[in-house]
């Protein structure tokens, strides 16, 4: 019986912890990757496709969630004095009513490409450049939404004089 009784505890202590780790790790429930042309020219539109690939059995909110509670997909590139930020381009959202939701919800699933559109500073005198950015979601499953967060990603550009 006390052998029963030491499984049954262990089974249980082994569900919370992982339930605790993926409470206290959402930003692993995305991969990063960016796509950039090979060569870029100062002074030009350059988009770069960050590119979110979401794990299966998760959502992310949408840049624009349809619920006010909810925090929003936002990718930002950091502050950079050779570049200049034209735009960023979302795309559409998925909606979906999920188990704990009254009312649809707009998310990404699978993966979600973010353009941002940029210009490097005609006075930028390097033959490359790096980047860095940060992506801030909030992941979803199916039962619960889990805290925000944020993952880093970087990336270089060669600059063809």
């Known amino acids: 019986m006390r052998f029963i009784f030491l ?6 202590l082994a569900a919370i ?5 993926a409470q206290t790790l ?4 995305i991969d990063v990757k960016v796509k ?3 060569e870029v020219v100062k002074d030009k539109i350059i988009e770069a496709d960050i590119i979110l690939q979401i794990k299966n059995g998760w959502h992310i909110n949408s840049n624009k969630p349809l619920d006010e509670s909810l925090s929003p997909t936002i990718v930002t590139l ?7 930020i034209i735009k960023t381009i979302y795309p559409e959202p998925v909606l979906t009513k999920l188990q704990f939701s009254q009312s649809q919800m707009a998310l990404y699933e699978d993966e979600a490409v973010i353009k941002i559109q940029f210009k490097i500073d005609k ?3 390097k033959r490359a450049i790096k980047l860095n950015g940060e992506v801030e979601f909030q992941p979803c499953n199916n039962q619960t939404c889990l ?14 004089k």
């Not at 499984?7 to 249980?12: A, G, N, P, V």
């Open 123 to 125: 006075g930028f005198n």
């Open 36 to 38: 950039t042309p090979k």
């Open 17 to 21: 912890t992982n339930n605790s780790l």
């Open 26 to 29: 959402p930003d692993k429930v």
């Open 7 to 12: 499984l049954l505890y262990t089974f249980f």
């Open 147 to 160: 805290f925000p967060s944020s993952k880093p990603f970087t990336f270089e550009l060669k600059i063809n």
């Open 78 to 84: 950091k502050d950079n004095s050779a570049i200049k």
